[in-house]
């Protein structure tokens, strides 16, 4: 089965570059990134899903979050979306035994995608992990996140932060392995998304556990 396609193309040149990194790291991406993708999983077990609650995963990759949360609450509908179609042909494969249920995967532009192009009007909980830091326009997801969610929903983010209670050569040699891989850690993550929250009376909760290594924000809306 492959990916979906929403009515606005994503952008292309960013789609081309993550279809080329991933291209052959797909098939060891889930294998590699738990040695340093710290902070994911807790975020993860913090989310609660109720039953049809719609849960959405920005940049979902493989799959492998969706898959987690559906262990935790197979009651809730979910959806992903990735500017990568290789990435979303691994999350396929991933799904694909799944008869009822199963999670509906576009390819899309995490700056500019609607809850419709889903077929749904919003969304509960909404998830971006490790993301951010590799998305361009990552303000603009930030902001079209919470654009999507529904009344009493709540935004999910986890990525690299400044490393600020490391050592600094620690903090050094991650971030030059991290340029390699087009990944830049968002020194302003938190203001920016409390600027967000602000402007549309959202509560924001952050957290900078293992010295800095991730930081953690999370975005509830009003019921």
């Given at each position: 089965?492959?990916?979906?396609?929403?009515?606005?193309?994503?952008?292309?040149?960013?789609?081309?570059?993550?279809?080329?990194?991933?291209?052959?790291?797909?098939?060891?991406?889930?294998?590699?990134?738990?040695?340093?993708?710290?902070?994911?999983?807790?975020?993860?077990?913090?989310?609660?899903?109720?039953?049809?609650?719609?849960?959405?995963?920005?940049?979902?990759?493989?799959?492998?979050?969706?898959?987690?949360?559906?262990?935790?609450?197979?009651?809730?509908?979910?959806?992903?979306?990735?500017?990568?179609?290789?990435?979303?042909?691994?999350?396929?494969?991933?799904?694909?035994?799944?008869?009822?249920?199963?999670?509906?995967?576009?390819?899309?532009?995490?700056?500019?995608?609607?809850?419709?192009?889903?077929?749904?009007?919003?969304?509960?909980?909404?998830?971006?992990s490790y993301a951010l830091?590799?998305?361009?326009?990552?303000?603009?997801?930030?902001?079209?996140?919470?654009?999507?969610?529904?009344?009493?929903?709540?935004?999910?983010?986890?990525?690299?932060?400044?490393?600020?209670?490391?050592?600094?050569?620690?903090?050094?040699?991650?971030?030059?392995?991290?340029?390699?891989?087009?990944?830049?850690?968002?020194?302003?993550?938190?203001?920016?998304?409390?600027?967000?929250?602000?402007?549309?009376?959202?509560?924001?909760?952050?957290?900078?556990?293992y010295g800095g290594y991730?930081?953690?924000?999370?975005?509830?809306?009003?019921?």
């Amino acid at each position: 089965m492959s990916p979906d396609f929403p009515g606005r193309p994503p952008d292309s040149v960013h789609a081309e570059r993550m279809d080329r990194q991933y291209r052959y790291q797909r098939h060891l991406y889930d294998l590699t990134r738990k040695y340093y993708l710290f902070g994911r999983d807790r975020l993860l077990t913090e989310i609660s899903a109720g039953d049809g609650h719609s849960v959405l995963e920005v940049g979902c990759g493989t799959g492998r979050n969706i898959e987690f949360m559906m262990r935790m609450h197979p009651q809730a509908n979910y959806f992903g979306l990735d500017i990568s179609k290789e990435m979303l042909e691994t999350a396929n494969k991933r799904f694909a035994p799944i008869a009822d249920n199963r999670p509906r995967l576009l390819v899309a532009d995490a700056t500019k995608f609607t809850a419709g192009d889903f077929g749904v009007t919003g969304f509960d909980r909404i998830v971006i992990s490790y993301a951010l830091s590799m998305i361009p326009e990552w303000q603009s997801a930030v902001e079209c996140a919470l654009d999507t969610l529904k009344p009493g929903g709540s935004l999910h983010v986890v990525d690299f932060g400044q490393q600020e209670r490391l050592p600094p050569l620690v903090r050094r040699l991650l971030q030059a392995w991290l340029r390699r891989f087009h990944v830049s850690p968002r020194p302003d993550l938190f203001e920016v998304m409390r600027g967000a929250a602000e402007r549309r009376g959202v509560t924001l909760q952050t957290a900078t556990p293992y010295g800095g290594y991730a930081w953690l924000g999370v975005a509830k809306l009003p019921a």
